[in-house]
């Protein structure tokens, strides 16, 4: 066999690979709301939300997770995209339910979009944190993760740190460890506070906006009938499972709180006059 022939062998084996290993919406999701604003496209390998004055639209995951590494790929609403709000995010139910955020506030023309995170546990939030991106994320799809395991919580984009939320329950630090979470996402309109606090309204004269998504993948423990299907015993085929920041992905960390983040509520004394909440002092 020549060396072109071989190459065209590896080639088409890696093609069917990753075919092979290609997500597929109408297998892992349910379109939930949006009447027909929500599409599959591809034979289910995009989806799309769709945003106009009447009503936005959103979908669901057709499993509940405890813990993993959950990548999604989004491009977001292209152009004037002010009082938008693309949300992607994992949720458990009820009151005291726990949650992982990602928030895709849209802004005028030529404006940087604002990464809202938060992270909720037994029904409490309130751990905002913003950032704006280092390219535009309208131009193409980027991955954005989440590392869920026992001890962190890690947001990354395109496989970079921007978050890492640490398990402080020792401190009495609440952490999102015992309810299994749904993946949810959504587009709406809130132009009431998400552009400027609500000073710039959506035009509607841009309508419809339109958000895509591919090239999802949970690396994840699924959860279902009271059961996880990981073990113990499986841990250490999961790399993600004991997964912390190391020096090289702290140094990356600290690149983008530098330059890029734009809000923490760590450090916003006027809104906790009482003193800041206790995780902002500890490592």
Known sequence: MTLSSFLSVILAFAFV????????F???????????????????EQLTLSLDKSSGSGFQSKNEY????IDMQLKLIPGNSAGTVTAYYLSSQGATHDEIDFEFLGNLSGQPYTLHTNVFTQGKGNREQQFHLWFDPTK?????SVVWNPRHVIFMVDGIPIRDFVNHEANGVAFPKNQPMRIYSSLWNADDWATRGGLIKTDWTKAPFVASYRNFNADACVWSSGKSSCSNSKSSSMPWFNQQLDSSSQKRLKWVQKNYMIYNYCTDLKRFPQGLPTECSLP
């Open 17 to 24: 690979a990753t075919f092979a290993n290609a997500s597929n």
């Open 66 to 69: 405890l813990f993993g590494k």
């Open 26 to 44: 109408y297998k892992d999701f349910d379109i939930t709301w949006g009447d027909g604003r929500a599409k599959f496209l591809n034979n289910g």
């Open 140 to 144: 193409d799809f980027h991955t954005y």
